[in-house]
């Protein structure tokens, strides 16, 4: 059911352009980094559906897929750039989230797991199935993005998709001081008192579902220019619970956590290639064992890392 | 054609109703997603396959199978979803996704990822009524079905430990101020409800003539679905959304030649109804 994060395509090729001649890192280190800040970012949005508002999500390709669809369409069919495709794709892929979180939400918590597990499904479907959408071959002829009159590198692209995690994060850190972000902690920790204190409980689940949802239309717009080609099953169920690992893994609800865990998961099917046959096998008992004993995540609030932190780095420098 | 299809609806249907059963039982009990339901399933198709090639003899596989899973089922209670009662429901959703992740994986690794034929004789033979025909593995699957849903409703409405059972799914906090052991009820439904899933397993095996490492990946979901479009917890609808779901699929593929994927159709049923009853065809709010 699960894959680990797809293979990087082989498309990196060492010295291409000026930003291959005098940059340290290869074309397949480049292709892992580029990976793996797109999974962050899709973890850090689905951190802000299952993380902030406390909605579990089991169909968060889905909109990552939208994403992809909607920019590879737009490139490809309607010749736009991709300076306006991508913001595009993260504005339908939002929209699409609005349309199927209201009645998504009106069911309640593990009804809701299992309907965006549904809708991720059904979207895999239509994609494999209408010739609309290009069928099992998926989209092809994608290119990277053009700037000052030329195609972007594989490192500035890198750059790109790394100023545009940064941002995300600020913005993150802004929201979660804002009232937004106390009315979702506020439903995340007891929703009936929260909608007894008068908070719009509706509202405020579906404004995270948008935002988590165009985030990762985002994120699907970057892959598809980064992988040029996109097929189904690049957004099927078993890549949702790949991004959930990702969320869980590195902390739930922390800022930093969606992250820690996508470098760490993104990371470790490429460096476990010695031991090819048993990955996935390693892949699903470090998540049963991470669960298990540290279900708070690496970076919550009471993993041994934190503590550790907490009592030998944090407490003594306050002291001084 | 329209009997025959019927037949074959039903049969897939049973097998359904066998490993959504035991989803639902533990849903209804610890409220736990339990994903890793599928890899006891497969588990008891495995152990069921083992044991009929040492012994020979179908239905002493069919029970042995059905035991594997239950202690398998027991372990994965007492060691993994017992402590992780306390915490966010997310957490042993996704231990379950990791196990089931790593028992598909095992099974790849110790038996192989070819799949393994099944042929036993069961000595059933087939039934051909005019141009209604049933095939042995048919029978099969319905009567052990059958069995097994009379031996459950017997179990649940006749005997203490049965009523114990429902009364912890009400509310196992007052059950157990009442001095029910409310462990050990858990545990004899996770007992039951793995015996199933095994059951199942054997009989996939056996009616598909195989049994492969992936064999739990299409019913990990389509059972969850089947088990909200009955309304999580509730046993009658499980049973019912699972011989809907068996229809639907054989009719629409079977007869309609709709292009689409026989595995979508039980989440598409599981929406529609959604919109219209948001806890399922026979839940409660």
Redesign the interface.
């Known amino acids: ?2 894959s680990p994060p797809p293979q990087p395509s082989p498309l990196g090729g060492g010295g291409e352009g000026w930003g291959g001649s005098y940059c340290m890192i290869s074309g397949y280190h480049i292709t892992i980094l580029i990976t793996i800040v797109i999974y962050a970012i899709l973890a850090h949005s689905l951190n802000i559906i ?1 993380g902030h508002a406390g909605q ?1 999500s089991l169909g968060h390709a889905a909109f990552f897929g939208i994403g992809a669809y909607t920019s590879a369409m737009l490139y490809t069919g309607a010749g736009l750039p991709f300076w306006i495709s991508v913001p595009l794709a993260a504005l339908v892929a939002g929209i699409v989230g609005a349309i199927l979180g209201i ?1 998504c939400l ?6 809701l ?3 965006t ?3 991720n ?2 979207v895999e ?1 239509v994609f ?2 209408l010739p609309f959408f290009g069928g099992a071959m998926g989209i092809g002829g994608i290119n990277l993005p053009n700037w000052f009159g030329r195609e972007m590198t594989k490192p500035e692209y890198f750059l790109l998709i790394l100023v545009v995690f940064v941002v995300l994060i600020l913005l993150d850190r802004k929201l979660g001081r804002s009232w937004i972000g106390l009315a979702w902690a506020s439903i995340r920790e007891d929703e009936q008192a929260a909608g007894a204190m008068g908070v719009d409980i509706v509202r405020f689940k579906v404004v995270a579902f948008v935002l988590g949802s165009a985030i990762a239309g985002l994120a699907g717009g970057f892959y598809a220019h980064f992988l040029t080609f996109i097929m189904p099953q690049n957004f099927g ?1 078993g890549q949702s ?1 790949v991004i ?2 990702m969320v ?1 893994f590195g902390g ?1 609800g922390t800022r930093w956590g969606p992250m820690i865990g996508a470098i760490i998961l993104g990371v470790l099917p490429e460096i476990s290639r010695p031991i090819m ?2 990955r ?2 390693i ?10 004993f540290q ?1 708070g995540g690496l970076l919550g609030s009471e993993s041994i890392l934190t503590r550790t932190f907490r009592r030998y780095v944090y407490r003594p420098w306050k002291r001084e | 054609m329209l009997w025959q299809q019927l037949a074959n609806g039903i049969a897939i249907g049973s097998v359904y109703a066998l490993i959504s059963l035991g989803l639902t039982m533990v ?1 209804g009990i610890l ?1 736990i ?1 339990h994903i890793a339901h599928a890899g006891i399933y497969a588990l008891g198709a495995y152990v069921g396959l083992l044991s009929f090639r040492l012994i020979g003899e179908f239905w002493l596989s069919l029970f042995i199978g059905m035991a594997g899973a239950a202690v398998a089922g027991y372990l994965v209670e007492r060691f ?1 979803y017992t ?2 009662l306390h ?1 966010p ?7 379950s ?10 099974f790849r ?1 110790v038996a192989g990822p070819h799949t393994l034929t099944y042929n036993a004789r069961i000595g059933l033979g087939d039934l051909s009524i005019g141009r209604f025909h049933l095939t042995e593995t048919q029978i099969l699957i319905l009567l052990v079905t059958l069995a097994i849903l009379i031996f459950l409703w017997a179990f649940l409405t006749k005997t203490r430990t049965g009523l114990a059972m429902r009364a912890c799914a009400q509310d196992a906090e007052t059950t157990s101020s009442f001095g029910v052991n409310v462990s050990a009820i858990i545990a004899v439904n996770f007992l039951i409800g793995s015996a199933m899933a095994g059951a199942a397993g054997v009989l996939i095996g056996v009616y598909d003539n195989q049994v492969w490492p ?1 064999m ?2 299409v019913p ?2 389509k059972a ?2 089947i ?2 479009l009955g309304g ?1 917890g509730n046993i009658p609808g499980t049973v019912l959304a699972s011989i809907i779901v068996g229809l639907a699929e054989t009719f629409f593929i079977g007869i309609l030649a709709i ?3 026989r ?2 159709v039980a ?2 049923a ?2 529609f109804v ?2 219209f009853r ?2 399922g065809l026979l839940g409660k709010a």
């Open positions: 059911m699960i299952t579990i009645p009106r069911v309640r918590d593990d009804f797991a299992i309907t597990m549904g809708i499904f059904v479907a494999l199935y169920f619970i959930l690992c869980v739930i046959e048993y996935i096998l892949y699903g008992v470090l998540l049963l064992a991470m669960m298990r279900p | 849903y409220r997603l993994l402590p992780l915490l429901r997310i957490a042993p959703l996704i231990v996704i990791g196990l089931f992740t790593a028992m598909e994986e095992t690794i992936t739990g990946s990990a979901y969850l679905a088990v909200v999580l292009p689409f994927p595995d979508a989440f598409i599981m929406i959604l919109m948001p806890y």
